[in-house]
Structure formats: structure tokens, C-alpha cells
């Protein structure tokens, strides 16, 4: 063929043409695969919608966890660290994993190590991590380093330094419905009365981060079983779990039919499941350990997080100094129902998710709860600690409490004690 189309100029020229439409195409193929040899992915996987190509072959990233795989909490960051890694086509050289890395001066040498290791970008997962993190961040301008559940990324004025968090009130209360259905049940099959809809909550530290968490979820029970009341009790740590299993016996001894957590360890679910009383987790599903008392479970999604920043650093884009995802971003989740869950509990769930989407619903509306016997309808939070800042802020208004809102901080400050929960202690 191409012997006969040599004999005449035309049909060298019609050859040409057609040889170049077979390249383009099969430049066009490889870009749409993504080429293994510059790891890029394409960008309308991005959680920011772009249709843009990232480059992603020179990104290294390092991971710093506060505990190992045990750890429901570090196995959530961990799972979302893999997820992300896939889904933007990162080889395994490109991403590093420390842990278990302490509250303490471990975790600066952990990040100047990452930093000096050539990672662009730097993630830790704990609370207390954060003062060592903005050291680092001081003395290693051209690295990003990101924060969860911080608090001083709005004050620090540094453009590598970031919180984020996700709004994971909303998820907790969603667990609450859940909760809420099983009181109920319990009720109408004569298991409890009215005045016994009680619930244990076993949190680690009186933080805003687990008043709101267990507030959030009482919350959510008492909107679809208005008798319940809660005890909560604390630990003094994220994950013991030993103190967490007799934390929890403790409130099931104390009248608690029902148990939730804010505590890392699978010491309250499986006191539980001893019990016989249903339970609600945090961070993951447990069933596959209570599989007869486990009803949901919420959990932070932070693969989204971490897919935007590193798509950030990739691109050059600034990464927002506070972040905070959502239930509609994907970054606030509820595990599959267990097989202990009231019957109707996914339909309560679904509406109570879409109204909480569409504006419909506020988890903290004032109208659903009150402190000290009357309504909040002003509340100023601590939410600035630099000297420089005016130190509180408004935080009520269209009706409800704003919280994690990123136009103050993306980090939890609803701290409010309010009517019909009981706390057992405060040490901690």
C-alpha cells in the first residue's frame, strides 16, 4: 500500500496526514491512562473538579502516626493515606510512614527527618502533635506541613502550616439516630422503660473535640427518643485499653444500656459485647468483634484532605490555613448498620443525612437543648490564643451553634455543658 501511494505527491501527502493522526491518538491513549513513568493522574479525580493534568512524580510525602495499626484512630489515617496514594498514582518510594511517634520531641525529629528524607509534604495525625509540627514547619519553609483536629494554624502566619479537620459532629450524630432507634426498640419490647433510656459515653480527654463528640451524639439519640440521658466518664488517654474496657463496665454497672466512645482502643466494644449491651464505635466498624452488639460507626474520611493538599503542593496552590470537610465531601462517613440496629434505623439515617446536607437541619440548634435550664442563644468561643487576637468570638447565630466553622477555626470549640448529660468525672 504505501509502495503505490509513493508513485504521486498527493498520496505522500495523504500518508503523512494519516501517520500524524495515529501519533496524536497515541498520545492522546497515554494521557488518558497516565503514564507509569511520571506517575501523573488526572486531575477530575481531584476532590477540587479540575480537568487539569498534575504532575505527580516529583511529590514525596511523609506520614506521621501517633500509633500503630491497633489504634482504630492511626488505622483510620492510615487506611486514607493507601487510598489516597492509589488514587493519584504514587509508588511506594513516594510515601513514608512513621510511627508510633509521641506527643513529645519525637515528633519533630520525625518531621525534620521527613524533611530532610525530601518529602514536600508533611501529615500528623494527633492532638498533641502540633507544637513540634510548627517547629518544623519554622525551620523548614519549603516543606507544607499539615495538622489534623489543630488549633493554631490561623494565628501561626505561616503559608506552610495548615489544620484541618471534618465535621464529624454531623457523623456522630447521625450514630446517635442509630442509638436512638435501639433505645426505642428497647423500649417497646419492654427491655427498658422510659426513665432507663440511659447511655454511657467513654471519652479520653475533656477537650472541645470529645465535648463535642459525645454532645453531638446525645443530640442525635434524644431527636428520635426525647427520655434519653448520658453518663460519660474519661480515660486520660487516646488509647488504653484497659482503662477503656473498665471505663466502659463501669457505666454498664452504673444503668447504661447503651455505650458509645471517643477512645481508640476495642476495650469498650468488647466489654460490650461480654455484656450484651449494644454498642457504637468510633473510627471503624467492630462488628467483626461484637457481631451481637455492634450497631454503626463514624469516622473522619481524610483521604479527600489528603488528596487536595497533595494535589496543592503538586500544582503550586496554596493550601487553605484551616480546612474543613464534610458529610457532602465525603470526609464525614457512617459504617454499614450492624445487625443489631432497630428496624427503620436507615430510613431516620438517610432523612436526617439529607436535612442535615441541605441546610435543613443544624446538629447544635438551640432549640433542641438547653444549658443550665435555658436556651443559648449567645455563647462566645475561645478561639483565638495568639495575644494579638481578640481572644473570643461569637459563635451563635441563625439559631444554632457554628461549629468547626472555617471562618473562625476548623478545629472543635463547642465546649458547652448542656442539660441531660452527666459527666462522672474531670481529672482528665
Known sequence: FFQEVRSTMCKKIFALCLAAIMVCSLFALAGCKGGDTTNTTDATKSTDGGDATVDYSKIKIGFIFLHDDKSTYDLNFMKAAKAAQEKLGLSDDQVIFKYPVDESSACY???ADLADQGCNIVFADSFGHEPFILQAAKEFPDVQFCHATGTKAHTANLSNFHNAFASIYDGRYLAGIVAGMKLNEMIANGDITKDQAKMGYVGAYTYAEVMSGYTSFFLGARSVCPSVTMDVTFTGSWYDETAEKEAANKLIEGGCVLISQHADSMGAPTACETAGVPNVSYNGS?????PNTFLVSSRVNWEPYFEYAIKCVADGTPIDTDWCGTLETGSVELSDLGAAVADGTAEAVEAAKADLIAGKAH????????VDGKTLDSYEADI??????????????DGYFHESDVAFRSAPYFNVRIDGINLLDEQY
Open 109 to 111: 525529629d520525625a518531621a
Open 286 to 290: 467492630t462488628e467483626a468483634a461484637c
Open 363 to 370: 446538629v447544635y440548634d438551640i432549640t433542641t437543648f438547653t
Open 384 to 397: 483565638d490564643t495568639d495575644p494579638d487576637y481578640t481572644p473570643d468570638h461569637e459563635v451563635v447565630s
